[in-house]
């Protein structure tokens, strides 16, 4: 479609060019063919003409050539050698992370590291006595009344322990990996459902259905045994070999004995990952009889009870779309079920005597798990050490938990808007599929936002990189292969089907011009830091596609002065819109200058830069990469001259360091029927000047320690800092001063505050981090920081604390008012950085 809509683009010069030969030869425009002058005038002009149309043509030939060039290059991979093999995602190279929790949008399922997985997952209902279908729990949703949940103890790579509390059931999911043979190894299920309240004396019904689904590539045979119940499903693939799953027969909690449950089995084609939980509910319509010995019998809706195989394809194979086989098995509660991976080749290579893991064998995996999980995590952030309470111990381990928890395995094609040069011009032209590419990634949260964004990923490897810097090194180098030619990375990324299902249209291109802030330099300074081996090993295979990544940033984003940067990718001035949000900066709407300009100078944009300028140039010194280092030091050095930051960037008039463009502060929304919320724009009208805006922008020389310890400007952004009129909240910074007009406002009718005076974690942990840093610094600021940071380290963590205590949940951001958790829940990507601000880890 894209490569279509630029020949239909390269249409009209042609046209134009017929045009001028028309009019050359006497079409329209010509006088009337009488007494226009010589026949050699006649031929000059003619050939004038001609000459005019080919200078046309070549001319506009090159503009096209120069935007194919572009658009191409938006949508071609970097030449960079990669920072990871091409199969390290391989069962050959990492057995060990082969098989995850890869599915972060579902409560509870599997998958494997390849293009092509199988997949596993869980659904539950709650079955009645109405004639309504049960409402069936499959995918982590905000508004299902699902919660709290999330897990308990995760290692992000062989062993997890869940809690999900439903109304009045309470669900344990488990799982525990063991390793052997050349496809990844074996691993384990445990669902344990009980009832939430002791002494509940009417157990409900409840059917839990287990399914496995293939992409294409993998043979599933099912082996059936009475009344519904699969006996096992084998089958086959090229990344497995053979393998076979096996649903064991339910017991009571923490017992051996079978506890009596009713079968159902459904088989079909594969419908897109999707769709699977709309196709159960809609098979979910005929009524069985649960019949258990010496009890009385009662009706349930299941699926139909047999193995035949659903909407066949002529191939008899589902037209090579994969398969989807699910078993239901329906009881009362409260009961375990135990489902079970073995890989062949894990098997064959295996004593015999260690069996199944299963049963008591896997009761003392899981165990020996969650000591070791316990004893590492005290090894690693001492928080008992400290003397962190038992509940903020918890804390922690839920908060490292479920950031591991959410980490997802992804792979798909984006679409990408190329960047044509021009800003505006990205809307004459048509997205175009980047090429197939893997990501291994945190999410933000499991229910909203469960995909890879840019700017968040930093911020997680943060916390995972302190727990166990392989999944840091797995999580950088997918991200550095998603650059393209240009060295750009898109700072949202959707991949694959299910991924792409759960996001509006609207938000699913990604535009080559826009950039995000490059938060992966964060855990990339901390690795430099710490001189692990393995680190810089892997920083010097990454080295060129960071530097490259750098470069774009810096040459892409450059502002109307040298040394200034800005941007791209404001909203326009819309007549809805109090200030046009900036989303590429990650704070959405966070008010920059009322009316967007070229001639806006973006103060976080710059810290960003002087940052990744500092890293890098540090990390091409110790690779001893000397060319990219001469030309990174003097860039570093320029970016953080307190005389170019304050020339650009310091607002006398308020005292502080701001942003800069064509603003007035005389804009607000009034109602104006039948149009709803109007921007309004008074007097004075807009003019260049410094945007006198207090919030998180004010404070990022501050932030990410750019400023000498002895600065006169140190002093006035820590007083901003520290009044409750401004940033001072009992529960955090808030993001925008109190004393703003701007605090607490919505953007447009249907658009609420955001980034407007809430409590965001990550900001909050940059600031304690400089906090601790020049509370460790002789200077004239000393003590005043080091006593903000003891204040607002308490008030942080206390309020996260009570938020999760009182609602089982991290959230996205916090009241800055009253503390309360805000926005979606449970949000492990960032808000685990309580864990770092606990351990005093910055």
């Not at 990390?619 to 930051?645: F, I, K, N, Y």
Request: proline letters at 9%.
């Amino acid at each position: 479609m894209a490569r279509g809509e630029r020949r239909r683009r390269a249409a009209p010069p042609a046209e134009g060019a017929r045009t001028v030969e028309r009019a050359a030869r006497g079409g329209p425009g010509r006088r009337d063919g009488r007494g226009g002058g010589t026949r050699g005038a006649v031929r000059g002009a003619t050939m004038a003409a001609v000459v005019l149309v080919l200078a046309v043509a070549l001319a506009l030939s090159g503009r096209w050539m120069v935007a194919w060039h572009r658009a191409q290059r938006a949508v071609t991979l970097h030449s960079a050698p990669p920072a990871l093999s091409p199969d390290s995602s391989s069962p050959a190279v990492a057995p060990d992370l082969f098989w995850g929790t890869y599915r972060p949008h579902v409560y509870f399922g599997m998958k494997t590291r390849s293009p092509k997985p199988l997949l596993t997952g869980l659904m539950w209902a709650q079955q009645g006595a109405t004639s309504g279908t049960p409402k069936l729990r499959h995918t982590c949703e905000q508004g299902d009344g699902v919660g709290p949940y999330g897990w308990e103890f995760h290692d992000g790579l062989s062993f997890g322990r869940q809690h999900i509390q439903d109304g009045a059931l309470r669900l344990t999911t488990e799982f525990v990996k063991r390793p052997g043979g050349q496809h990844g190894g074996d691993w384990s299920w445990r669902v344990t459902i009980e009832p939430q309240a002791s002494g509940t004396s009417a157990f409900p019904l409840v059917s839990l259905f287990f399914y496995v689904v293939t992409d294409g590539q993998e043979v599933l045979l099912p082996e059936a045994g009475p009344k519904g119940q699969l006996k096992f499903i084998s089958g086959h693939s090229n990344d497995l070999g053979d393998f076979r799953f096996s649903l064991l027969p339910p017991t009571s909690p923490g017992d051996t004995a079978p506890k009596y449950g009713s079968y159902n089995v459904f088989w079909s084609s594969n419908p897109g990952l999707p769709l699977l939980t709309d196709m159960v509910k809609s098979r979910l319509n005929s009524w069985f009889q649960h019949r258990p010995p010496g009890a009385s019998p009662e009706r349930y809706l299941g699926l139909p009870g047999s193995l035949k195989w659903e909407d066949r394809g002529p191939s008899g194979q589902g037209q090579g779309q994969g398969q989807f086989l699910i078993q239901q098995v329906t009881l009362k509660v409260p009961f375990s079920v135990e489902f079970v991976f073995e890989s062949g080749s894990a098997r064959a290579g295996r004593n015999q005597a260690l069996g199944q893991l299963a049963g008591t064998l896997l009761t003392q995996a899981l165990e020996n798990h969650a000591k070791a999980f316990q004893e590492h995590f005290e090894k690693i952030f001492q928080l008992k050490e400290k003397g962190l309470t038992p509940e903020e111990l918890t804390l922690g381990q839920v908060a490292l938990s479920g950031l591991l928890g959410g980490i997802g395995y992804f792979y798909g094609q984006s679409l990408v808007l190329p960047d044509m040069g021009v800003e505006g011009s990205e809307q004459k032209v048509n997205p175009a599929l980047f090429p197939p590419v893997p990501l291994f990634s945190g999410v933000p949260s499991r229910s909203f936002f469960p995909r890879g964004f840019l700017w968040d990923e930093g911020f997680h490897q943060l916390v995972v990189q302190r727990w166990d810097p392989r999944l840091t090194r797995e999580a950088l180098g997918h991200w550095l292969g998603l650059l393209n030619a240009d060295g750009w990375i898109g700072r949202e990324q959707i991949l694959g089907d299910e991924a792409r299902a759960r996001v509006p249209p609207e938000f699913l291109v990604q535009r080559a011009a826009h950039a995000n802030p490059p938060t992966l330099l964060l855990p990339v300074e901390h690795m430099l830091e710490g001189g692990d081996p393995a680190d810089l090993a892997f920083l010097r295979r990454a080295f060129p596609r960071l530097h490259a990544w750098f470069s774009w940033l810096h040459q892409s984003q450059a502002g109307p002065v040298p040394l200034s940067y800005r941007w791209r990718g404001r909203d326009p001035a819309l007549p809805t819109l109090l200030n046009p949000k900036t989303l590429p900066s990650g704070l959405d709407d966070y008010p920059r200058a009322s009316h967007p300009s070229t001639t806006e100078r973006h103060l976080d944009l710059r810290c960003w830069i002087a940052l990744g300028a500092r890293v890098l140039s540090q990390l091409a010194g110790r690779l001893g990469e000397a060319e990219a280092a001469a030309e990174l030091s003097p860039l570093a050095a320029s970016l953080e001259a307190p005389d170019t930051l304050d020339e650009l960037h310091w607002a006398p008039e308020l005292g502080v360091f701001a942003d800069f463009g064509n603003h007035t502060k005389a804009v607000q929304l009034k109602p104006r029927p039948p149009h709803g919320l109007v921007r309004v724009v008074g007097r004075p009208p807009p003019r260049l000047q410094y945007v006198d805006v207090l919030g998180y922008v004010t404070l990022f020389p501050f932030l990410l320690r750019l400023l000498d310890p002895n600065s006169p400007r140190l002093g006035p952004l820590l007083d901003v800092l520290g009044d409750s009129r401004h940033l001072w909240s009992p529960f955090g910074l808030r993001s925008l001063a109190a004393s703003s007009s701007f605090y607490g406002q919505r953007n447009s009718e249907h658009d609420p505050p955001y980034w407007r005076g809430a409590v965001w974690l990550n900001v909050n942990y940059l600031a304690l981090g400089a906090l601790h840093h020049y509370g460790h610094l002789a200077g004239p600021f000393q003590t005043q920081a080091a006593k903000l940071y003891s204040e607002l380290r308490a008030n942080v963590v206390g309020n996260v604390r009570r938020q999760y205590q009182a609602t089982g949940f991290l959230w996205e951001q916090y009241s800055d008012r009253d503390g309360r958790g805000m926005g979606c829940r449970p949000f492990h990507g960032w808000t685990s950085l309580v864990l770092l601000i606990m351990a005093e880890e910055y």
